[in-house]
Structure formats: C-alpha cells, structure tokens
T-cell receptor, first 109, second 111 residues
Framework: QQQVKQSPQSLIVQKGGISIINCAYE??????FPWYQQFPGKGPALLIA?????SEKKEGRFTISFNKSAKQFSLHIMDSQPGDSATYFC????????FGTGTRLTIIP | EPEVTQTPSHQVTQMGQEVILRCVPI?????FYWYRQILGQKVEFLVS????????KSEIFDDQFSVERPDGSNFTLKIRSTKLEDSAMYFC?????????FGPGTRLTVT
C-alpha cells in the first residue's frame, strides 16, 4: 500500500501565527495532492489541493507548497485562528485516497 | 451546495449481527467510496465502486463486507456478521472529477 507520511502528529500555534504541516509521499505517479480538514464528529472536508505542475497554490489564508523532487507537500495556514483548530489530513489521489496519519492542530488565544 | 448524506448517524449493534449503512451520493457523481476511521486514527480506504461494480478494495474489505447500489440512488455498505473491531466511523465519499466529497459519517458501535 502506498504510504503517505505526515508530520507533526500534533501542533499548537498561537492565534495569528503560521501553522505548517508536512506530508511526504512515495509514488511518483500521484498527480493530485489534497488536504482535508476534519472537525470532531464530522467527515473530512476538502480544504485545498494542488497538481504537481505548480509549486504553490494559495486560497485565502491557506497555501500548499509542493516539492516534486523531494516528493513532499506542505500546508501553511497564515494568521491562524481558533476556528482552524481541527485535524488535518494530507492524502494521495485520486481513485482511492490514501490518507496521512493526521495532524491535530490547536490554535490558542 | 450538493452534499453526500448518510444514514443512520449512529448505529449500535450486537456482535454477529448484520448492519447496513446507507449513503445518498451527490446526484451526478459516478464514483463511490467507503472509508472507515477507527477512533483517533486515520481514515482508511475500504472500497471503490463504479459502473455498478467494485473497482478496487482494500485488505480490510473481506468477505463479510459487501456494497451495492440497490435503487440507483442509494449506495450501501453491508457488514454481514459484525465484530467488535468493526466499531468505527464509516464515511461514504463520491466524486465526479478529481475531488472526493465526504458524507458526515455513520458511527458504528458493536457491543
């Protein structure tokens, strides 16, 4: 099974700070890299995704950075807010999603 | 915005009993999935379904599991003889293009 390795497992960031979550993948055939956000008791919701033909994608406060040669991609949350407190999963696409182990993000005032 | 719905939201069953989890996909989506998430763990792929047949399944999806689209709208996951370790959140997901959209999940508790 293709592995998707995610770090850190948990992250505490002060309100207004930058949250950074990293993901590494193995299969160079992957062509789509999503990040999902999950609140307790809810299903994962697509947050942002990138294709490997670009190195960065920004949507509001959320940015994906993609490093094809290193087979890594990361999620940056700028100006982190308490409402961003959730578990974040990277995943490998798209026919079936292989999820990373998740990062529990807590934003403190 | 169209969404995936799942019923029931919570199902409690005794070990050895059969359960059926139901999903209503987004109407124009053609690819359907079931995933599960054991409490505190990552989301794991179970099975994908396209054109009325299974297109891929994981090693978790053994003979006690089955899926079907009985009436062209619902998409169901059946667990024939539940075990304690089947206790988890079960998520249905659907897609048309690249993005998968997840339902809110069914919490299955096997006692």
């Amino acid at each position: 099974q293709q592995q998707v390795k995610q770090s850190p497992q948990s992250l505490i960031v002060q309100k207004g700070g930058i949250s950074i979550i990293n993901c590494a993948y193995e299969n160079t055939a992957f062509d789509y890299f999503p990040w999902y956000q999950q609140f307790p008791g809810k299903g994962p919701a697509l947050l942002i995704a990138i294709r490997p033909d670009v190195s960065e994608k920004k949507e509001g406060r959320f940015t994906i950075s993609f490093n094809k040669s290193a087979k890594q991609f990361s999620l940056h949350i700028m100006d982190s807010q308490p409402g961003d407190s959730a578990t974040y999963f990277c995943a490998a696409p798209p026919r079936k999603l292989t999820f990373g182990t998740g990062t529990r993000l807590t934003i403190i005032p | 915005e169209p969404e995936v719905t799942q019923t029931p939201s919570h199902q409690v069953t005794q070990m050895g009993q059969e359960v059926i989890l139901r999903c209503v996909p987004i109407s124009n989506h053609l690819y359907f999935y079931w995933y599960r998430q054991i409490l505190g763990q990552k989301v794991e792929f179970l099975v994908s379904f396209y054109n009325n047949e299974i297109s891929e399944k994981s090693e978790i999806f053994d003979d006690q599991f089955s899926v079907e689209r009985p009436d062209g709208s619902n998409f169901t996951l059946k667990i024939r003889s539940t075990k304690l370790e089947d206790s988890a959140m079960y998520f249905c997901a659907t897609r048309q293009g690249t993005e998968q959209y997840f339902g809110p999940g069914t919490r299955l508790t096997v006692t």
